[in-house]
C-alpha cells in the first residue's frame, strides 16, 4: 500500500505488463508441469540447476497475462546426490537423517515470541528470550550424540572389545574385524585416546556436510542482506530486516564452538576415566555408591579433567555470546566532509566472537593432541585391566537431564515478566541438581527425598509459568505475537519441539548404540539340529554390559509408541463414531453452469453453513459423494498433528524425568518383577530388540532411497524443516530460503523496474501463483520486499508491492505457519484473523474456528449461537464482516501490503479444498464476503474421475477465476 510519498502515476491506457510466477511445492513440480507444457517445448530464461526460471518457448500470452514463468527451486533442500555413486550417496543420507534433532532445534528457535527489531537497517540482531537457551539446548544434543558414538568406540570397542594387558591381550570380540587387532598392543587408555578421534570425526562430518550446504548459498543472501532493510524505519516484520537473513542464522563462530565441544567432551569422558584407575561402579548407582565405587583419584588425569571442563563451560558462555548481534555504535564522523570520507568497516565485535571461538576450537585441539602424547608415556599403566568405560556411567543420563530441564524453561517464555522468568530458571536449577544429585547416591532414602524436591519444584516452575493475559507480550509493551489462543501449544511451541527434538536425538543414539551392541555381543549359536539351532546364553553384565541408559531408553520408546498408539486408536473410535460427516465447504464458482456432482454445499455432501449438532451426518449418499466425504476425512488426520506432537511431547517429558531419577524407574522394575516375575527382563529384552530392528529398517530404507537416485533423505519433512535460516543449531540442514527468497525477490524486482517512465507505455506488474510451500517462499519474498520503491538510485516512485498480486493454493500459511511461527508469520504478520488450534476428538478439527467465524443467526438461534460461540472460544471477533476485515489488516501485514484497506480487499486469492491434506483457508472458512479464500473443485482434471487432494489446482476453472480477478485489480489499480 502507497505511502503519503509515493508518487501515483496516470494509469495506462494499454494493457499492462504483467508476469505471472508459478512456485511449485513441496512436492517439486516439475517446469513443464507447472506451466501446463511438455518438457520439450519450455526453456530456461534465468538460474542454474539449483534454482531457475522457465517459460514456454511459444510465450503465448493469456487472459490478461503477458507471460509466465515458473520457478523451480526444489534441488535447493536435495542432496544433489545424482552425481555420486550409490554408495557414497547413501552415506550422505544417513548423515542428512543424523541432522533431524538439530534441525527441530533450528525449529524450536523460530517458535518463540522475537521482538520487533530496533533497527531493520543493519546487520544487528536481537534474539529475545530464550535465545541463548535453544542454542545451548542444540550444543547438548551435540554432547549427546558425541557420548553415543563414544558409548560405542570407547566403551563397547575399546574396553568390552580386548580383553587383557597391553602384553597380554589375547581375546577380542569376534564380530569386530580384524583390522583391529592391531590396537591389541596398547593399553586402555591409549587405545581409547585413538577411538576416541571416531565421535570426532562423525562431528566433523556433520560439520562439513553443514558448511557445504551453507557455502552454497552464502554468497547470494549476503548481497541480497545488503538490498533489504532500506525503509530506514523500525524492524518490522522480521522478514523485512536485514539482521534476519544476514545476523540471525549460525556462521563460523557457533560452528567451530561446537566442533571445540565436542572434542572436550570427549577428552573430558577420557580423562575422568584414567582419573580412577580401580573404578568398579558397574551397577551404580542403584548398588553401588558412585562415591565411594569409583576408588582412588590419580591427580594427573583429574588435572586435564578440570581443564577440559573449564574448557566446556567456556564453549556454553561463547554460545550463549554469539546468539545475539547488538547494534553497534555509530562511529560516523560529525563533520558531513569526513562522512563521505569513510569506509564502512565491519563490526569488530563479530569478529572479536570469531576470535573467541577460533582460540576454543584450538584450546580443545591442542588439548586432546596433548593427551594422546601422555598415553603413550610411562605415565600410563600398561597393566590395567577393566570392563567398564567409567567416564560413560552417568553422561548420557546427565546430559539427557540437562537438556530435559532446558526444554521445561522454555515453557516460561510465554511470560514476558522478566522477574518471573528468572525465577523459573532458578527454581528448575536446584530441580536439576537434586534431580541429578540422586543419581550419585545409593541411599533409596535420599534418592526419594531428592526426587520428590525435583517432582516439587518442577510443579512451582509450572505454576510460576501460567498466565491469564490473552497477549502477554502486547501486555507488557514488548511485542506482539497475536493471542496465545492464535499460537501454537498457547505459545509454549518451543518446550514442544525442544522435548520432541530430545526424544528424537535420544532415539537415535539408542538405535545406534543397541545395534552396534547387540552385532557385536551376540554370543555364537549353539548346535544346530537340521533346521533348528538352540541360542546361546546371554552373556552377563561382567562379560558384555550394554550401557544402561541405552537401554532404558528402549523401554521409554516403547512405553510412549504404545501410550500414543492407545490415543491414536481412541482418537480414531472417536472420530470414526458419527462415520461420515457433512463439513463446512467453500462455495465453488464456474465460468459457466456448475457440474451436477458439485453443485451447492448439499449437493457435495457438506453444508455451507454450520447448524446445531455440527457436524452433522452424511446420510445416504451416493458414491461420488461418499468418495469425496471420506477423502474429506482422511486429510483431516494430518490436520490433528498439533495436539498429537503434544501428547507425545508430554509422554516423552514424564518419561525423561523417570529415566534422569534412577530410583523411580528401578522401583518401577521391583514392582513389575514382584508382579510377573521375568516381565522387567522381558521387556527390557523386547525393547532393545525393537529398537535395533528399528535401526536396521530405518538404515535400510535410507539407503534404498539412495540406490534408487532419491534426492532428498526425509522426503518433504525436509522442504519444511530447511525453510528457516540456522539460528538454532549450526548442524541443521542448509536453509533454502536463503537462496529461493533472494532469487524470487530479485527476478521480480528486476522485471519491475523495467517499466518506462512515460505513463503513456505499460507498466509492469507481477502475479505471484504459489503451491503450498510456493506461498511461504511467496509470501517471505512480498514481506521481504516492504519498502523498495520502483526507482533504486535514488529511491522514489510507487512501491513494489504496489504492483505484486499473490494468488496462493493449498497453502499452509495460516493454518500451520501463523501458529507455529508467531513472530514470523502470524496472523498479525500476514493481515488475516487469528485461528484456534485444531481438536484430536473432534469430527471436524477445526470445529471450533468454523463455528466461530460463521454469522451467529446461522448456528440455530441467537441463543443458541451464543452458547455455541461461547463453548468454542475460539475468535474474539467484532459483528459485522467490515469490523473483522479492518481488524486484521495490521500495519505493515502482507495484506496491507497487497493494497488491503477499509474499503479495498487485498490483491491476494487463495484456493483451498476439504479433501487437501496440507491446504487451508487463509482468511476464513466462510465463503460469504471473504476477500481472500475462494473454493476449488474436488474433481481432478483428467479422463478418469478422482478426487483432488493437494495437487490438482492448475488447470481448475477455479484458479482461472481468481487469476482473472487479480489481472482486473492490477489492471484497474496500478498502484492500489
Not at 569526513?338 to 571461538?357: E, F, H, I
Amino acid at each position: 500500500m502507497s505511502d503519503a510519498t509515493s508518487t501515483t502515476p496516470t494509469p495506462s491506457p494499454t494493457p499492462p505488463l504483467i508476469l505471472e510466477i508459478r512456485v511449485h511445492g513441496v512436492s517439486n513440480s516439475p517446469p513443464a508441469e507447472m506451466l501446463e507444457s511438455e518438457p520439450d517445448a519450455i526453456e530456461r530464461v534465468d538460474g542454474d540447476a539449483l534454482g531457475s526460471f522457465w517459460e514456454r518457448k511459444d510465450k503465448a500470452a493469456k487472459d490478461g497475462v503477458t507471460s509466465t514463468q515458473a520457478f523451480s527451486w526444489g534441488a535447493q533442500t536435495r542432496t544433489g546426490g545424482g552425481a555420486l555413486a550409490a554408495i557414497g550417496r547413501a552415506f550422505v543420507h544417513v548423515g542428512w537423517f543424523l541432522l533431524l534433532p538439530y534441525a527441530l532445534v533450528n525449529l524450536a528457535y523460530w517458535t518463540r515470541e522475537i521482538k520487533y527489531q530496533p533497527d531493520g537497517t543493519t546487520r544487528a540482531w536481537h534474539g529475545d528470550t530464550g535465545s541463548g537457551t535453544v542454542r545451548v539446548f542444540g550444543l547438548v544434543l551435540t554432547f549427546i550424540a558425541v557420548a553415543a558414538f563414544c558409548s560405542v568406540a570407547l566403551d563397547l570397542v575399546a574396553v568390552q572389545c580386548f580383553r587383557g594387558t597391553a602384553t597380554e591381550a589375547n581375546q577380542v570380540c569376534a564380530a569386530l574385524p580384524s583390522m583391529f587387532d592391531g590396537l591389541r598392543g596398547l593399553d586402555v587408555d591409549s587405545r581409547a585416546a585413538l577411538l576416541g578421534l571416531v565421535p570426532v570425526i562423525v562431528i566433523l562430518v556433520l560439520y562439513l556436510i553443514a558448511r557445504s550446504g551453507r557455502v552454497r548459498f552464502e554468497a547470494r543472501i549476503e548481497r541480497f542482506g545488503k538490498q533489504i532493510g532500506s525503509q530506514g524505519d523500525e524492524g518490522r516484520p522480521l522478514l523485512a530486516t536485514r539482521g534476519f537473513w544476514a545476523a540471525a542464522r549460525s556462521r563460523d563462530t557457533t560452528e567451530w564452538l561446537h566442533v571445540a565441544g565436542a572434542l572436550l567432551l570427549v577428552l573430558f569422558l577420557l580423562a575422568f576415566d584414567a582419573s580412577f584407575p580401580a573404578a568398579d561402579c558397574i551397577g551404580a548407582p542403584v548398588t553401588k555408591d558412585l562415591v565411594t565405587c569409583l576408588g582412588n583419584v590419580d591427580w594427573v588425569p583429574m588435572g586435564v579433567v578440570i581443564v577440559t571442563g573449564a574448557g566446556i563451560v567456556a564453549v556454553v558462555v561463547g554460545v550463549i555470546i554469539s546468539s545475539s548481534t547488538p547494534l553497534r555504535e555509530d562511529q560516523s564522523p560529525k563533520d558531513p566532509s569526513q562522512q563521505a570520507k569513510q569506509k564502512p568497516s565491519a563490526d569488530k565485535r563479530n569478529a572479536r566472537k570469531r576470535a573467541y571461538a577460533f582460540v576454543c576450537l584450538v584450546y580443545a585441539a591442542v588439548g586432546y593432541i596433548v593427551w594422546i602424547a601422555l598415553t603413550f608415556t610411562p605415565l600410563t599403566d600398561t597393566a590395567k585391566v577393566t570392563s567398564q568405560f567409567t567416564g560413560l556411567i552417568t553422561a548420557p543420563l546427565v546430559l539427557m537431564s540437562v537438556a530435559l530441564f532446558l526444554a521445561l524453561y522454555a515453557v516460561s517464555w510465554r511470560v514476558r515478566s522478566t522477574w518471573r522468568r528468572r525465577t523459573s530458571a532458578v527454581v528448575l536449577t536446584f530441580g536439576a541438581a537434586a534431580l541429578l544429585l540422586s543419581q550419585v547416591l545409593s541411599d533409596s532414602a535420599t534418592q526419594w527425598a531428592l526426587t520428590g524436591v525435583a517432582v516439587v519444584l518442577v510443579a512451582i516452575h509450572l505454576i510460576i509459568s501460567r498466565t491469564s493475559q490473552a497477549n502477554p507480550g502486547a501486555a507488557e509493551g514488548e511485542s506482539d505475537a497475536g493471542e496465545l489462543r492464535f499460537r501454537a501449544w498457547r505459545g509454549q511451541g518451543a518446550a514442544v519441539v525442544m522435548l520432541l527434538a530430545l526424544f528424537v536425538s535420544m532415539a537415535l543414539s539408542s538405535l545406534l548404540v543397541l545395534a552396534v551392541a547387540s552385532w557385536l555381543g551376540t554370543p555364537e549359536p549353539g548346535e544346530t539340529d537340521r533346521i533348528w539351532r538352540t541360542p546361546g546364553d546371554p552373556l552377563p553384565v561382567s562379560d558384555w554390559d550394554v550401557p544402561d541408559a541405552y537401554e532404558r531408553f528402549a523401554v521409554l520408546l516403547m512405553l510412549v509408541v504404545v501410550a500414543i498408539l492407545v490415543l491414536l486408536i481412541v482418537a480414531a473410535i472417536v472420530v470414526f463414531a458419527k462415520k461420515l460427516v457433512r463439513f463446512t465447504l467453500p462455495e465453488l464458482k464456474w465460468k459457466g453452469d456448475a457440474p451436477k456432482d458439485e453443485g451447492d454445499a448439499e449437493s457435495r455432501g457438506g453444508v455451507e453453513k454450520p447448524g446445531p449438532g455440527y457436524p452433522a451426518v452424511l446420510v445416504d449418499p451416493n458414491e461420488r459423494v461418499r468418495i469425496r466425504a471420506s477423502a474429506r476425512r482422511s486429510s483431516h488426520l494430518l490436520h490433528r498433528g498439533e495436539p498429537l506432537f503434544a501428547w507425545i511431547a508430554v509422554f516423552a517429558a514424564i518419561g525423561f524425568f523417570s529415566l534422569s531419577s534412577s530410583i523411580v524407574f528401578d522401583a518401577a522394575k521391583r514392582f513389575l518383577e514382584e508382579a510377573a516375575p521375568g516381565l522387567p527382563a522381558g521387556l527390557r529384552g523386547a525393547a532393545t530388540t525393537i529398537l535395533v530392528a528399528l535401526a536396521l529398517a530405518v538404515t535400510a530404507a535410507i539407503v534404498a532411497n539412495a540406490a534408487a537416485s532419491g534426492e532428498r533423505p526425509l522426503g518433504v519433512f525436509w522442504d519444511v524443516v530447511a525453510f528457516f535460516p540456522r539460528a538454532g543449531h549450526p548442524f541443521a540442514p542448509p536453509c533454502f530460503a536463503e537462496r529461493a527468497v533472494p532469487e524470487l525477490a530479485e527476478h521480480t524486482r528486476k522485471f519491475l523496474r523495467q517499466s518506462p517512465a512515460d505513463p503513456g507505455k505499460p507498466w509492469s506488474a507481477v502475479i505471484m501463483t504459489a503451491h503450498s510451500m510456493g506461498s511461504t517462499i511467496s509470501a517471505a519474498t512480498i514481506l521481504a520486499l516492504r519498502g523498495e520503491r520502483f526507482s533504486e538510485e535514488p529511491s522514489a516512485g510507487p512501491l513494489l508491492t504496489d504492483r505484486i498480486a499473490l494468488l496462493s493454493y493449498g497453502s499452509q500459511l495460516r493454518g500451520y505457519f501463523s501458529r507455529f511461527f508467531p513472530s514470523v508469520f502470524g496472523y498479525q504478520v500476514l493481515g488475516v484473523p487469528g485461528l484456534a488450534g485444531p481438536s484430536l476428538w473432534k469430527a471436524d478439527p477445526w470445529g471450533r474456528q468454523v463455528l466461530a467465524e460463521f454469522p451467529s443467526a446461522d448456528a440455530g438461534g441467537a441463543d443458541a449461537a451464543a452458547q455455541t460461540r461461547a463453548a468454542a472460544k475460539a475468535l474474539a471477533r467484532a459483528e459485522t464482516k467490515a469490523e473483522v476485515r479492518s481488524g486484521a489488516y495490521k500495519k505493515d501485514s502482507l495484506a496491507e501490503m497487497l493494497g488491503a484497506g477499509e474499503s479495498r480487499a487485498p490483491r491476494w486469492r487463495n484456493l483451498w479444498r476439504r479433501t487437501d491434506f496440507l491446504g487451508f483457508p487463509v482468511f476464513s472458512y466462510d465463503s460469504d464476503e471473504n476477500p481472500v479464500d475462494r473454493g476449488a473443485t474436488e474433481t481432478a482434471p483428467g479422463y478418469q474421475w478422482t478426487v483432488a487432494t493437494h495437487s490438482a489446482y492448475l488447470g481448475t476453472e477455479q484458479i482461472e477465476l481468481a487469476r482473472g480477478e487479480l489481472v482486473r485489480e492490477l489492471s484497474d489499480n496500478p498502484v492500489g
